[in-house]
């Protein structure tokens, strides 16, 4: 699997996910097998007038190969933000038209950018000139059920200069209810000549050989089913390169993956912005466990690592 001239050791990746796939995340995916990653998405206007925060996103470490995302509705704006991109060294710069974000989505960017082809086209052309690194594309099934142009706008981008095309199941109507559409992935794959990366509802072994069996796409992006599961990528990899099946992880794996995850985010960002963000995180970590909503009623009141720390000390000495 190659975009450009950058190889791939594996085909599960993982998905840019606003608020949750930030360095630190990353980071510790990759350490469990995702073989690509991107950053959270990042206003194109924002960057280009020196936004601090938006810069903040864009910090990579040594999660690489890792693309740089960003999004709006202006081709200069967008090329001049891919440019600014370059000083973080992203290995790629994805271009986001898939997010189903009100914020996002009706002012311009994102998915209705799905509801302009041409405008889409103009971006694509106009960043993929301003950089001499591959130029990506994320994009959704259509805006909704009447208006489903995946394959034309696929088209489109390939011939604008994109180098893939990662495409999720679904319209930006359906947000993430329902079930992807592999059909149309299937399609857009047959469209165009450049790799094509399948995303939605691909959380496990089973799926993600399905996904690929399918639609007959080049890699896989996995996003929710990342979430307190960054297992999922080595068993993804074992499954498909070696078709060995692996444990899942046990109560205590996961308690002390959570811990290492949390800890690396107080590294980049404090313990006070840590903390709140560990809320959301540990919801998934402890997901299925006994007491599952009594724990998060809990978690939701921390405000210190050392409250983390023996609550998953106290979790594990229960189950094991």
């Not at 704006?77 to 271009?95: G, H, S, T, V, W």
């Not at 489109?156 to 200069?161: D, H, N, P, R, T």
């Not at 499954?239 to 002390?256: A, F, G, H, I, N």
């Not at 993956?257 to 959301?280: D, W």
Request: glycine letters at 10%; hydrophobic letters at 40%.
């Amino acid at each position: 699997m190659k975009i450009g001239k950058i190889e791939f050791k594996h085909i599960a990746f993982l998905a840019p996910m606003a608020g949750i796939a930030d360095r630190a995340f990353r980071e510790l995916c990759v350490s469990h097998g995702a073989a690509y990653t991107v950053t959270e998405m990042v206003s194109s206007k924002g960057l280009t007038l020196g936004d601090r925060k938006s810069g903040e996103l864009l910090k990579i470490g040594d999660e690489r190969p890792t693309g740089a995302q960003i999004f709006g509705d202006d081709p200069e704006i967008m090329a001049r933000a891919a440019i600014k991109c370059l000083e973080y060294n992203p290995q790629i710069i994805d271009i986001n038209m898939g997010c189903p974000a009100p914020k996002v989505a009706m002012n311009g960017g994102g998915a209705s950018l799905m509801k302009k082809p041409e405008l889409a086209f103009e971006i694509v052309k106009a960043v993929a000139e301003a950089v001499d690194i591959p130029v990506t594309v994320k994009m959704r099934k259509g805006w909704d059920d009447d208006s489903v142009n995946a394959v034309e706008l696929s088209e489109l981008c390939e011939k604008a200069g994109a180098a893939a095309i990662a495409i999720h199941g679904r319209t930006r109507k359906e947000m993430y209810s329902g079930s992807a559409d592999l059909e149309i992935i299937k399609e857009v794959k047959r469209a165009v000549g450049i790799p094509v990366i399948g995303n939605g509802d691909v959380n496990d072994e089973q799926s993600a050989a399905i996904m690929l069996e399918k639609t007959g796409c080049d890699a896989l992006m996995i996003g929710r089913g990342a979430l307190g599961n960054p297992f999922v990528f080595g068993k993804i990899n074992a499954y498909l390169d070696e078709c060995r099946v692996l444990p899942d992880p046990s109560v205590t794996q996961k308690m002390t993956t959570m811990l290492k995850h949390i800890e690396k985010i107080i590294e980049y960002k404090g313990e006070y912005t840590a903390m709140r963000e560990a809320r959301h995180h540990a919801a998934y970590y402890t997901k299925g466990m006994r007491g599952g909503a009594a724990l998060r009623k809990e978690i939701a009141g921390f405000e210190y690592f050392e409250q983390l720390q023996e609550l998953a000390f106290r979790i594990v000495k229960e189950y094991e």
